[in-house]
């Protein structure tokens, strides 16, 4: 079985993490090839389970995406205090039912993964309820599930 290692992403210079790269794990699968095992808090165009493409030693650079997972990713940036909030619980509660998860950085930014087999519709509507509440402002980084009606 392969250990998990470290993949570096060069980030755009506005960027939620306000550095110049971040590592996210993945799995090698030979040939320069990874899969993502987290999801990325700053780079855009890549999800939890894409394989991607990455070149270097130490810590290979990622250059591209061979796979796409068929996943979303979306980031909320939460106010203090938030994440323990009543609310937060309630419309966090029902992404969670289409089956979001999320990860957190610090508390107040979370990594939100939206399965291939997620309505995005209604994760989107849920996550613009949370911002309509005042609980996160939130973008999307990638939404590889089909938009069109």
Same mark, same amino acid.
């Given at each position: 079985?392969?250990?998990?290692?470290?993949?570096?992403?060069?980030?755009?210079?506005?960027?939620t993490?306000?550095?110049?790269?971040?590592t996210?794990?993945?799995?090698?699968?030979?040939?320069?090839?990874?899969?993502?095992?987290?999801s990325?808090?700053?780079?855009?165009?890549?999800?939890?389970?894409? =394989?991607?493409?990455? &070149?270097?030693?130490?810590?290979?650079? /990622?250059? @591209?995406?061979? +796979?796409?997972? %068929?996943?979303?990713?979306?980031?909320?940036?939460?106010? =203090?205090?938030?994440? &323990?909030?009543?609310?937060?619980?309630? /419309?966090? @509660?029902?992404? +969670?039912?289409? %089956?979001c998860?999320?990860?957190?950085l610090?508390?107040?930014?979370?990594?939100?993964?939206?399965?291939?087999?997620?309505?995005?519709?209604?994760a989107?509507?849920?996550?613009?309820?949370?911002?309509?509440?005042?609980?996160?402002?939130?973008?999307?980084?990638?939404?590889?599930?089909?938009?069109?009606?």
């Open positions: 079985m392969n250990e998990l290692v470290k993949v570096k992403f060069e980030l755009e210079p506005e960027n993490l306000n550095s110049s790269t971040e996210l794990w993945a799995m090698p699968l030979g040939n320069n090839l990874y899969r993502l095992q987290n990325p808090f700053g780079a855009y165009g890549y999800s939890y389970e894409d =394989v991607v493409i990455a &070149e270097g030693t130490g810590i290979p650079t /990622v250059v @591209g995406l061979y +796979e796409n997972s %068929g996943r979303s990713t979306y980031r909320a940036l939460l106010g =203090v205090g938030v994440l &323990e909030a009543k609310e937060f619980k309630k /419309v966090w @509660g029902k992404l +969670e039912s289409i %089956g998860t999320y990860e957190g610090e508390s107040n930014l979370l990594s939100i993964d939206v399965p291939p087999d997620a309505d995005i519709f209604e989107y509507s849920y996550l613009e309820a949370g911002e309509k509440a005042g609980l996160w402002d939130f973008e999307e980084a990638k939404c590889a599930h089909n938009t069109e009606a």
